[in-house]
């Protein structure tokens, strides 16, 4: 970036091209983000939005906390400061990856409803192994209705 003083505490900046070219691999990594299946789009999860309190929010939509962590938004709301993303799963569901444990796939919770529950493809563990869910929407524990067993 190219700066150029032109007065006493005016600084006028102005871009060069590289920054425009960071500009547009930044945008391209985004656009490509999306596309990502959820266990690959966790392992960049700094590439989507990150949450923000009083921001309205979609079902499905891919959002990440300050420390790149992904979690889809389980339904319509605005958010609040007071329901933090880590912590409000009626609202947020993890999608595995932490910046502590890169690899980890989240340990079931019980679905308090179709809001929460999980959709095709989540995996989770449940009673020391991994299971993937074989259909959307599905509140039943793995090992019953609607989940496959997976080797990791």
């Not at 609202?91 to 796939?105: C, F, K, M, N, R």
């Amino acid at each position: 970036m190219r700066a150029e003083q032109i007065a006493r505490g005016v600084i006028l900046y102005e871009k060069d091209r590289y920054d425009l070219e960071q500009e547009a691999m930044l945008l391209l990594a985004k656009q490509q983000a999306a596309a990502l299946s959820d266990e690959e789009a966790a392992q960049v999860g700094a590439l989507f939005p990150e949450w923000k309190a009083d921001t309205a929010y979609t079902a499905g939509e891919r959002i990440s906390d300050a420390e790149g962590n992904l979690y889809r938004v389980v339904q319509d709301h605005t958010s609040q400061a007071d329901w933090p993303i880590d912590s409000t799963p009626a609202l947020y569901t993890p999608l595995g990856v932490t910046t502590e444990d890169p690899d980890a796939i989240p340990e079931w919770v019980q679905p308090t409803g179709a809001h929460d529950a999980y959709q095709l493809g989540d995996r989770v563990r449940y009673q020391g192994k991994v299971y993937e869910s074989t259909l959307d929407n599905n509140v039943w524990a793995p090992g019953e209705n609607g989940w496959i067993e997976v080797e990791v």
